[in-house]
């Protein structure tokens, strides 16, 4: 998949015929996968990875292996010495590949993006920042590459050629060390049956074991009010809402955004409707990517009406889209989801 950026050591030839071919820190880079018979873009990758390995520079520093398959894969996460793992953030679901190779002892050296993102643990493994630096993905990659370059030649080849007067490269083999004992049990399926169980099988079973007890007391009583809700949503009404104009006046650091929003609940209390202010980037008035949220807090009611207000400090400076939303709120909702109202201001 071209997502992989397989062509990323490659950015810069002469510094990889220069790391590949250091007298004193040698490196060999392996190459192993196939392309769907329809996926033109990665047809090119390989056949640019070949192209590369057959020139004099390169060969037998750079190799690849054909004919992928599990036997080679199972063969190659037991075998090398480092894990390379370079996509075009956000866009690893996993790389479990990685995760398979930790268990041998294998070190990685990843973009901060899939497992990874969870997995890394410093002194365990290299890793290049989950944040973008550039939009524009020629110039990502550009500097990304220079970073990989920068860790074989400073840091992973030095890490594994310079030993002591046994012979042992003790900083290797203190990332070896910390990559079996600090990684690899949370990458188990054990832990995933641990999560699967203690986040959501033991929830859920909770949860109904509750909702059906004494007849279905607290199902009865959840089905009135959420009745009782539905028939009252669609009235509830802004009374009044005092907001800054952070588009006219950008928030300064420090600075605090201070809001109140009067709504007339039409009978329902402060303690069965929420107000959350959402911070975000709008497109034709509708936050399309969420930065943080925050609820506003229910105090003095005017004529019957409630007043929510926040004082939020902020501790990064600019110009912010926000929208008001209102929702029901209950203890015995186990999720938002569960009851999905949502009126936007």
């Known amino acids: 998949a071209t997502y992989k950026r397989a062509h990323l050591l490659f950015r810069d030839l002469d510094k990889l015929a220069r790391i590949v071919n250091d007298k004193d820190h040698p490196i060999q880079f392996i190459f192993a996968g196939k392309a769907h018979p329809h996926d033109g873009a990665g047809q090119g990758l390989i056949k640019r990875i070949v192209e590369v390995s057959r020139m004099p520079q390169f060969l037998g520093k750079v190799v690849f292996i054909e004919d992928y398959d599990m036997d080679l894969a199972k063969m190659l996460i037991q075998g090398v010495d480092v894990w390379l793992n370079n996509p075009t953030r956000p866009l690893e679901a996993s790389g479990t590949s990685g995760e398979k190779a930790i268990m041998n002892g294998v070190v990685n050296c990843s973009v901060l993006d899939g497992w990874w993102a969870e997995g890394y643990v410093q002194d365990a493994g290299w890793a290049l920042k989950e944040e973008r630096t550039y939009q524009n993905q020629d110039l990502q990659d550009e500097l990304d590459a220079e970073t990989l370059y920068h860790l074989f030649e400073n840091e992973i080849a ?66 009135r009010w959420k009745q009782k809700v539905l028939n009252v949503w669609g009235q509830i009404e802004v009374v009044n809402i005092v907001i800054p104009d952070s588009t006219v006046k950008p928030l300064l650091l420090t600075e605090t955004f201070s809001a109140s929003v009067l709504l007339d609940l039409k009978g329902l209390s402060s303690d069965e409707v929420g107000v959350e202010v959402v911070f975000g980037q709008k497109e034709f ?18 004529n019957g009406c409630v007043e929510y207000t926040c004082n939020i400090p902020f501790v990064r400076s600019g110009v912010y889209d926000y929208s008001f939303r209102v929702f029901p709120r209950n203890k015995m909702l186990k999720y938002r989801q569960d009851f999905p109202l949502v009126k936007w201001i």
């Open 285 to 302: 008035d509708v936050v399309k990517k969420i930065h943080f949220i925050e609820e506003l807090l229910p105090g003095k009611i005017h």
């Open 158 to 223: 030095p890490a594994f050629y310079n030993r002591n007067e046994q012979g042992i490269p003790e900083k290797w083999v203190m990332h070896m060390k910390n990559t079996i004992a600090g990684i690899s049990p949370r990458f188990t399926m054990r832990r995933q049956l641990d999560d699967y169980y203690r986040q959501f099988y033991y929830p859920a079973f909770s949860r109904r074991k509750s909702l059906v007890e004494n007849d279905y007391e607290m199902l009865r009583k959840l089905a």
